[in-house]
């Protein structure tokens, strides 16, 4: 039975058009001109209008040129209200307790008026969150980051103390449009001159034709124990409509040809053994699995003929798959790899705040995790989607140094 989208359509346009009219309501304090407040409310019209046209060719299509224009044109418009709004909200509010007291006093219910201050305080305010978000479009998205861990294990063979592992995750490679930047990206990577290279799924947004122009690049990535990969949940197609269930296999086996273009061994609910000086750990992959995005993965035939006392790595794209499953798992897996969150490419992480609306939705959304001694880490993603931009959550390279030992010997 579908579900019926009308209430949850109607409630959206209706806090829509509530903003809107607080925000305009606001903005008379300065500018009261007809002409300036036609074109403003025209401007609205036109982005809120066409903003159902581009989520329908989304879901047809996929992301085109016109429909992340559009999505971007409303991003910024709310945004930028919702920080218009969380300026004027508390003055309004204020004036609102100042006229119940001269009412409760004087007997006489009277608002004292706006202040321009205030409005022209939340104005800029306004400009100053457009900008920031323009340039996460235009530089944020592209701007890479190193992201280092040391992680100890007291089962850790001894070859492998200090045995390092790079990972990356969520290339959506359909999103990109700057060559030049993301060879930038993968330079940084080789530089880092890990041992083994690992890519934590989400290839592409939705077809596998997306990666081709970008093959000749990430294929340059090489570590000595190998390059390894898994699926992602938007590798399997499911977000955009196909012309019949074959097209849709056939785009998904397309893709895992370009895993081997690539250079990558794709695990899939499989493990292959590392070794180093006749020692070994194993590395397992799984299929995507996660809470609402299909749960396709099987840890248990990932795991399928591994000693109970090895040493165990797992490449899983959703976190809550080692939430949900992996950390209380019979069979002891050391360290998962993960990606998904994004951590929403926008956030906050300076000053000794981590914090992105995406915390609502995962508790822990990026960075390392343990439970009983078992380790999570989620990549907050290579690239990006939807939003084509990243504010206070940068594109990561995450290098991770296994060492043998507890941490107080660190």
């Known amino acids: 039975m579908k579900r019926n989208v009308l209430p949850i359509l109607g409630t959206f346009i209706l806090i829509l058009l509530l903003l809107n009219w607080y925000v305009l309501s606001g903005i008379r304090v300065l500018i009261n001109d007809p002409t300036a407040i036609a074109c403003f409310l025209s401007a609205v019209g036109l982005v809120l209008l066409s903003l159902p046209l581009a989520l329908v060719r989304i879901r047809s299509t996929g992301m085109s040129g016109i429909s992340k224009t559009i999505a971007h044109a409303f991003l910024l418009l709310v945004i930028s209200e919702l920080v218009f709004v969380s300026i004027l909200l508390p003055s309004d509010i204020f004036r609102g307790i100042t006229a119940l007291y001269r009412l409760l006093i004087d007997r006489q219910l009277v608002f004292p008026e706006r202040s321009v201050y205030v409005i022209e305080f939340a104005l800029t305010l306004s400009s100053l969150s457009c900008l920031l978000f323009i340039y996460g479009i235009v530089r944020g998205k592209y701007a890479y980051r190193v992201i280092k861990h040391d992680l100890y294990f007291e089962d850790l063979p001894p070859a492998f103390d200090q045995f390092t592992i790079l990972q990356i995750s969520d290339v959506h490679a359909g999103s990109f449009g700057n060559k030049k930047a993301v060879s930038k990206g993968i330079d940084l990577i080789n530089a880092q001159q890990a041992d083994l290279f690992v890519f934590t799924g989400d290839l592409v947004n939705n077809k596998a034709s997306e990666i081709r122009p970008w093959i000749d690049l990430f294929s340059k990535i090489k570590a000595p124990l190998g390059q390894f990969s898994v699926l992602g949940n938007h590798d399997y197609g499911d977000y955009i409509q196909w012309p019949d269930p074959i ?72 976190p809550t798959h080692w939430e949900n499953i992996i950390r209380k798992y019979p069979l002891k897996v050391h360290l998962t790899l993960a990606g998904h969150t994004h951590g929403m490419q926008v956030g906050l992480e300076a000053l000794g705040i981590k914090w992105s609306p995406i915390k609502y939705r995962y508790p822990h959304w990026a960075g390392i995790t343990s439970f009983d001694g078992r380790f999570l880490n989620i990549n907050r993603g290579f690239g990006f989607l939807g939003f084509s931009g990243r504010v206070g959550i940068w594109p990561e390279i995450t290098f991770i140094t296994l060492r043998r030992g507890s941490i107080q010997k660190g």
């Open 247 to 318: 097209t849709k296999t056939r785009n998904l086996q397309e893709l895992k040809g370009y895993h081997t273009q690539l250079g990558y061994k794709l695990l899939l609910d499989e493990h292959v053994v590392l070794q180093k000086d006749d020692q070994e750990i194993v590395l397992a992959g799984v299929e995507n699995w996660g809470v609402g995005f299909g749960e396709r993965g099987d840890v248990k035939k990932a795991l399928n003929g591994v000693k109970p006392g090895a040493f165990k790595i797992l490449l899983s794209h959703d």
